[in-house]
């Protein structure tokens, strides 16, 4: 036994002595960070791109349909999608870029930009922008999309797609129950009103339909609640929560959004806290009048016979504000061939990739949500409408927010959801310390 | 494990090495590179790591012990440790016991009804984990699961399992005993593996059905009870896709997971010096459960084969 | 047979078909989602039998991917991890169940801590190794190590060279038998039910890996099946339906090995071992 333990400290004290060498010669960077060599590449040879994409299933489709009109028309260069389907998307490029090996165009969502952006994981686009050979007009953006790719001023990502935050409506119901449906200009109190005349109880007290199926403690989502009511959750500098998550603002964000389940109880209790959106399904199943969401479940809606779908603007509270949600594209800062990556982007980001987009998601150009005929849809034009209320998310104001304060509201909202009785007040005050002392043990 | 210990070598100076240390080496040889190439190079690079601050995007700045330090007013640090163990006490003898209970079970029936009940107990091992752990969360929704709405008919109000912070670590735990068919093949493997003519001698000693299982079973057994215990500890210390994939941790941390936690700093908040660090916390805690084990093995692990 | 033996037999039977109905469920609900459409999965209440079943989801889900080049990939994959799993496991087991040399208790205690770092931790490191050897993108980090051995299975087999009795092997060593002749003759015929189990473990966990492919496989020309079927759910929806159809399907492989290597669990050693 003795002998064993022995062995093993040995082996321990070894591993230390080569670890700590490496640590003072700063060696891990070498052992760790290989950078890739050039590959010598044959006269005539293609020049392979490697695209990363969190996107999966149907959703590749536009992505193989832009790569082939970009090949056909650069037969010079051969573009690969890697593509990695939901939540190890970031595992995956976090060691590739770690071992010097990531894809040369990487997307990315809003929530992430500054965190990979303030570590030099992309080039800045500016030069390429305003480049002779290949420039690209980035008037032509829609409203708000190019805001996500910055990081202090400069673009590093170009915008894949996105979403605002809106609410459907089940006309079905809103008919059954004789109301009239959402506009433009109402409020939270006519929401609440509107979700307390839709939510329906039966005899034992069981509620039978619901007024509105809420997102859960889906922090990023509840930023338009803050925003709504005139709140922020971090201050302008980037370096302070007290005083902003804790606020009186924020207080009645995060009440009224807690009074909705436990207090008016017209939204189900969230089926799944995990699920992105609270994995309620009532809305799908016809007993929900309302639901606030993103575009993405869209075509599905449109597909169920439980519902008739109406889209509805955000209510607004002390302010009328919304929230969008951005998928991009930037050049990582390893690539070898940041040249040729930048001619596929400024297609695949631009006016011709657009054209392929807009039949999957919103496009991102102006003149091509005109053309198609979206500006003036019924149900896409409320969408593209949110656009011109957008607030800033909390997550532009510091690289840091994803460890110090989504955590921290996550569990406010967690504990107000669970807890009828909680104390608002209080919980907010905690978060911001926590999610304060964090930041501070960070920068 | 003990009898390099227990016999005295005899001592052969004019010969280095011994014939059979030889071949014992030859034969590991592929382990050792393996181990040298595969195995020891990451351990040391993440010892080394968790010296560091390292968000795996810029190189990793050299901090000392700062990353141990912090553990100790980390808050999630203490939770995803309690939350482990608290599984791993409810899992492992659930586990062993429930396995033992499948597999002899199943030893009872003819050799034809083995193979159904060992494909059936072992089905949802083999489905992939992603897809069985969603059809599990199903199960366990609580206004649409099957669950839920087989308790309603009985007139019970099922609780919100997954959703709510009191239920949800007994939701997994629900969840993982489906699992016990792996154990219970390995069990029956080792039943198998009894010589027949144990039972036979222990028969023409007089011994009952109970006796001969305490006589000559259970200690046939012991070895696989140890192999399955090891693992079983060292599995669940590690637990990871199912809370990753059904709870993500929550609700309010209830569930988790210490490898749940590391990995989450590791690649969702981009600390991999403390993920590291966190790592090499949990190395040192089942090294040292292993060897508790492993030590006591001697007391009660019999082993057919040992030069007595 | 007695009165009481047979209510003894029945009160078996019937526990075992309890217990394999409850443990059937899950598969069974599986099935039943995988015919429903999208919209239908969450029904309440909950319904058994889909209206009408959606068959469309089967052949939809098995092509808007091309599962058939996955299931070959990983099959290709998995043998070669069988194969290198049973040579190497196989000699190193035997070697720390049979041989006596200095170091080697120490040796084992070292392999069982192997099993003991979480992957995510030595991910990175070990992606910087395959990535120096030019692995990335082949299927060698999946497959090459297995000819190493894998601690796991050498403490299994291990466990069961241990408890076969040593008779055997002195009277072959007497008839002048090398070791390689009796790990291959004697120790590996005689240990059958643990190669059938150390073959299904091995199938089955490398048949689901997930980690290992995503991050060494990055051209979708070598993707595995796990791989495959997270493309059916992304960041905001997910196609349930597909998902569940296609994990069936793909599953199916691993059900029909672990059927046929049935027989060698138990034929093993009482067939071949003790017979006198």
């Known amino acids: ?443 | ?308 | 047979m007695s009165g009481q033996e047979r209510w003894r037999r029945w009160l078996v039977l019937a526990l075992l078909w309890g217990v394999a109905i409850l443990f059937l469920i899950p598969l069974l609900w599986m099935l039943s989602s995988s015919l429903k459409p999208t919209y239908q999965i969450f029904e309440t209440p909950p319904r058994w039998i889909p209206n009408p079943p959606r068959w469309e989801n089967y052949s939809e889900a098995l092509t808007t991917l091309p599962f058939a080049l996955y299931i070959r990939n990983t099959a290709v994959i998995t043998l070669l991890t069988i194969v290198g799993h049973l040579l190497s496991c196989t000699l190193i087991a035997y070697a720390f169940a049979r041989l006596r040399a200095p170091g080697r208790d120490a040796l084992f205690v070292v392999m069982l801590a192997t099993m003991m770092l979480p992957y995510p931790v030595t991910m990175t490191p070990l992606y910087v190794i395959f990535n120096r050897l030019g692995w990335i993108n082949t299927i060698l980090p999946l497959t090459a190590p297995a000819f190493f051995g894998s601690a796991f299975y050498i403490f299994l087999m291990r466990q069961f060279f241990m408890t076969i009795p040593r008779d055997f092997e002195d009277a072959a060593r007497i008839d002048g038998a090398n070791t390689l002749q009796i790990i291959g003759r004697i120790m590996a015929p005689m240990a059958m039910p643990a190669l059938a189990t150390v073959t299904i473990f091995t199938f089955q966990a490398t048949w689901n890996d997930f980690l290992a492919p995503l991050i060494y496989l990055q051209r979708p020309e070598l993707y595995t099946v796990t791989l495959g079927l997270q493309f059916f759910r992304s960041t905001y929806t997910t196609n349930w339906a597909y998902l569940m159809a296609a994990s069936l399907v793909t599953t199916l492989p691993v059900i029909v090995v672990f059927f046929a290597a049935q027989r060698y669990f138990i034929e093993g050693i009482t067939l071949t071992g003790v017979k006198g």
């Open chain 2, 1 to 308: 494990m003990h009898t390099a210990a227990s016999t005295p070598r005899p001592r052969r100076r004019w010969l280095p090495v011994r014939r059979e240390t030889l071949t014992f080496y030859l034969l590991i040889s592929p382990w050792l590179i393996g181990l040298l190439s595969f195995t020891l190079i990451p351990i040391v690079a993440s010892l080394g790591f968790s010296f560091t601050r390292w968000d795996m995007l810029s190189p990793p700045e050299p901090i000392g012990l700062r990353n141990y330090a912090r553990m100790l007013d980390d808050r999630l640090f203490w939770q995803s440790l309690s939350v482990t163990v608290h599984y791993t006490l409810m899992y492992v003898p659930s586990e062993l016991i429930g396995g033992l209970l499948l597999a002899l079970l199943m030893n009872q029936v003819s050799t034809r009804g083995i193979r159904i009940f060992r494909t059936i107990y072992y089905m949802p091992s083999v489905l992939s984990g992603v897809a069985f752990v969603v059809v599990w969360m199903w199960l366990f929704h609580p206004e649409a699961g099957l669950i839920n709405a087989t308790l309603a008919m009985v007139g019970i109000r099922g609780p919100r399992w997954l959703v709510d912070p009191n239920t949800a670590l007994t939701a997994l735990w629900i969840m993982s005993l489906w699992g016990l068919g792996r154990t219970a093949v390995i069990y029956l493997a080792g039943l198998r593996g009894i010589p027949r003519e144990l039972y036979e001698a222990a028969a023409i000693d007089g011994a009952g059905t109970w006796q001969s299982f305490l006589r000559v079973t259970l200690p046939m057994l012991t070895p696989t009870i140890f192999f399955n215990l090891v693992l079983s500890v060292i599995a669940t210390f590690q637990t990871f896709t199912s809370a990753f994939v059904a709870t993500n941790g929550g609700p309010l941390d209830s569930t988790l997971f210490f490898v749940l936690y590391l990995y989450r700093k590791a690649f969702q908040e981009f600390q991999m010096g403390y993920a590291s660090a966190l790592a090499w916390v949990l190395f040192v805690i089942i090294l040292a459960l292993t060897l508790v084990i492993v030590r006591s093995g001697r007391w009660w692990v019999y082993y057919e084969g040992e030069d007595r």
């Open chain 1, 1 to 443: 036994m003795l002998k064993r333990l022995s062995f093993i400290l040995l082996i321990s004290i070894l591993a230390m002595l080569i670890a700590g060498c490496a640590t003072t010669e700063g060696g891990i960077v070498q052992t760790v960070v290989v950078t890739a060599t050039p590959t010598a590449r044959p006269e005539g040879a293609k020049i392979v791109l490697r695209v990363g994409t969190g996107d999966s299933g149907e959703g590749l489709t536009p992505h193989f349909r832009i790569i082939e009109m970009f090949e056909a028309e650069n037969p010079d260069i051969q573009v690969q999608l890697e593509p990695v389907g939901s939540g190890d998307y970031y595992a995956r490029i976090l060691t590739q870029i770690a071992a010097g090996d990531p894809p040369d165009l990487l997307q990315i969502g809003d929530d992430a930009v500054p965190m990979f952006v303030d570590r030099g994981a992309f080039l800045p686009l500016d030069g390429f922008i305003a480049s002779a050979d290949y420039p690209l007009d980035t008037s032509i953006y829609l409203p708000g999309v190019m805001e996500p790719g910055k990081w202090n001023g400069a673009q590093y990502l170009l915008p894949k797609d996105f979403s605002p935050m809106a609410i459907y409506y089940n006309k079905k119901l809103f008919d059954a129950a004789g109301a009239p449906y959402p506009q433009e200009g109402w409020t939270w109190d006519d929401l609440l009103a509107t979700a307390q005349q839709l939510t329906v109880t039966d005899a034992n007290g069981n509620v039978t339909q619901w007024g509105i199926q809420l997102p859960g403690p889906w922090t990023t989502g509840f930023e338009y609640w803050v925003a709504a009511a005139g709140g922020r959750l971090i201050s302008e500098d980037g370096s302070t929560f007290i005083g902003y998550m804790d606020s009186p603002e924020v207080q009645t964000a995060v009440q009224f959004y807690a009074d909705l389940y436990n207090k008016y109880k017209v939204a189900p209790p969230p089926a799944d806290m995990n699920a992105f959106g609270g994995g309620n399904s009532e809305f799908d199943n016809g007993t929900a009048a309302m639901r606030l969401f993103g575009r993405w479940p869209q075509a599905g809606m449109k597909q169920n016979p439980n519902i008739d779908l109406g889209v509805a603007p955000l209510p607004a509270g002390a302010e009328r504000a919304g929230v969008l949600f951005w998928g991009g594209f930037g050049i990582s800062a390893l690539s070898d061939n940041p040249e040729a990556a930048w001619r596929f982007l400024r297609y695949y980001t631009g006016k011709e990739g657009a054209e392929v987009w807009k039949d999957w998601a919103l496009p991102t150009v102006a003149s091509v949500a005109e053309s198609s005929g979206l500006s003036t849809d019924p149900v896409e034009g409320v969408w593209l409408n949110e656009l011109n209320h957008l607030a800033p998310r909390a997550y532009v104001f510091t690289p840091y927010w994803g460890q110090t304060a989504d955590p921290a509201l996550r569990r406010v909202l967690e504990s107000v959801i669970l807890d009828p009785n909680a104390n608002v007040a209080e919980l907010l005050a905690t978060a911001a310390q926590e999610a304060q002392a964090a930041l501070d043990d960070l920068r």
